[in-house]
């Protein structure tokens, strides 16, 4: 029956209220940085904050299931999943492949950290990514690709990985795995920003690997104790208190997603959008392929940047900033950051305000 469950049922299912009788229905954040000890000093489960904690427990079980994984570990932060699980992979004349058209603080760490430790780095963008991942020995993969959202056919390069018997890593941020199971396709570790949608309300930072691999995971688990980029207990019990409604929440994002970028193909003031879910779109075919849902992101190119900026300017519903998945539509142009892209290129992260009104405030502030 558990296999039939929608996404918003599994999701309120992760965050428990199935405890026994007299437990609290919502779970409770565990403050602690020491616990009392066992006085023969055995079997003790938490020793010290930084190794472990009962929040972190709760949360990395429901991640873990949500992506169809044996285990989680959660991270302050996406980047902090990110360059634990490269440290882990990689040493010298290990050659790792990263996206040239991927969040783009992942080049930098894996040019300015990997690269003199004698990591041989290989930037390929989501057309060519399974071309380099012939001569690769670690893979990251992020797809659909942020900001342009292009997307990666997973199932070949899983296969192409296997065959060299390197490690495929999947970015999960975009999609979430309320949109694609990239274990499922034949990934070895999803790492993924939870700041984004699954915690969705822009007042925290958080990221998570999950994966399958006891082996791996446990390497992984040990760079997190000795590097220490732990995720505080009350975060962790925001993010697990956010899932319960990640359900509801991404369904609308990607309502809205796929109704603003209908109305933008059509529109005089629009060069060009990019949205996985038109069945125009170069990457629609694959990701009809392998994605439930086609994510919240809206790529838009205008004219130029004070076209972006005037977008902003007239519109009553849109926020300029630069990070996405939470419940009001942003607008980033994402030229300022060094993407290379194009000066009126934009990302338009959906929130969850009424499909209506967001698409009639973004056609009137478009002119």
Known sequence: MGGTYGDSTRTVKVVGG?????????????PASA?????????????????????WRQLESALAELEGASAALT????????????????????????PADGYYQVRRYAAEYLARQGVNVV??????????????DVVLAETPVNPTLDVVDLHRLATICRGRRSTLVVDNTAATPLGLQPLSLGADLVVASATKALAGHSDLLAGYVAGCNDELMARIERDRLLSGPVLGPFEAWLVLRSLGTAGLRIVRQCRNAAAVALMLRDHPAVRSVRYPGLPGDPSHPVAAEQMKRFGGLVAVELEDAAAVHALVERSSLLVAATSFGGIHTCVDRRARWGDPVGAGFARLSLGIEDTDDIVADIESALG
């Open 18 to 30: 199935h405890a026994s009788p007299g437990a609290p229905i919502a779970p409770a954040p565990v």
């Open 35 to 55: 616990y009392h000890l066992a006085a023969d000093e055995s079997g003790d489960l938490d020793t010290y904050g930084r190794v472990s904690n009962p929040t």
């Open 75 to 98: 991270y302050g932060s996406g980047m902090g999943a990110i360059t634990s699980v490269l440290r882990v992979l990689t040493r010298p004349q290990t050659t790792l492949v990263v």
């Open 123 to 136: 930037e390929a963008t989501a057309a060519q990514m399974c071309d380099a991942a012939a001569d690769a």
